[in-house]
């Protein structure tokens, strides 16, 4: 079973003004020049090669970060390369204000924990989020703890099919497991 408790250093994905980046599309998460690379473990290695003030990320991501980001984070194309570079990075959880709608179901499909939190940008304008903080998450409950702030807000709780999904390990695995009953 997978874990569905979380903890580590958050990456608020902001602009050089500090404000949270919107509409961060998939070209931008992962550059279509590297499409070619099929092994989900070399893809690590160009997340966010493509966002301006984010090429370094893949060199100080460590395994078990968790992203925060803006309104309509994925947009754009279908490429399930910009879910499995962070995959491959060990990114345990992403939260975005919202989610493009083609991202938001590659993530879940391939089971990639993401939370939306309405407010985001406000939260993190208010200071109550910064790239370093550590963050617990309970997954199913949608609770985020801010360790470092001693603060705790309701992000929108995933729906009983992704939960199921994520538990699974992905779409395959729990469809293989839905036809076995």
């Known amino acids: 079973?997978?874990?569905?408790?979380?903890?580590?250093?958050?990456?608020?994905?902001?602009?050089?003004?500090?404000?949270?980046?919107?509409?961060?599309?998939?070209?931008?998460?992962?550059h279509n020049a590297y499409l070619?690379?099929?092994?989900?473990?070399?893809?690590?290695?160009?997340?966010?090669?493509?966002?301006?003030?984010?090429?370094?990320?893949?060199?100080?991501?460590?395994?078990?970060?968790?992203?925060?980001?803006?309104?309509?984070?994925?947009?754009?194309?279908?490429?399930?390369?910009?879910?499995?570079?962070?995959?491959?990075l060990g990114?345990?959880?992403?939260?975005?204000?919202?989610?493009?709608?083609i991202y938001k179901r590659n993530a879940i499909n391939s089971g990639m924990p993401i939370l939306e939190i309405p407010g985001l940008s406000k939260l993190v304008e208010e200071g109550k989020f910064a790239t370093g903080d550590e963050v617990e998450i309970d997954f199913i409950e949608g609770k985020i703890k801010n360790l470092t702030k001693g603060i705790e807000i309701q992000a929108k709780k995933p729906s009983k099919v992704q939960i199921d999904i994520y538990l699974a390990g992905d779409i395959f695995k729990y469809g293989r497991a839905i036809a076995k009953n």
Not at 39 to 62: C, R, S, T, V
Not at 69 to 82: D, E, I, K
Not at 91 to 101: D, M, Y
Request: hydrophobic share 40%; proline share 2%.
């Open 36 to 88: 070619h690379i099929t092994d989900i473990n070399e893809m690590g290695k160009y997340a966010f090669g493509n966002l301006e003030g984010w090429h370094d990320f893949p060199q100080k991501a460590q395994p078990g970060d968790i992203i925060f980001a803006g309104r309509n984070f994925g947009a754009g194309s279908s490429r399930q390369h910009a879910v499995d570079c962070f995959k491959a």
């Open 91 to 101: 990114i345990s959880l992403i939260a975005a204000e919202s989610f493009g709608a």
């Open 1 to 30: 079973m997978s874990d569905v408790k979380f903890k580590g250093k958050v990456w608020v994905i902001v602009d050089k003004n500090g404000k949270l980046i919107e509409d961060i599309d998939t070209d931008q998460i992962y």
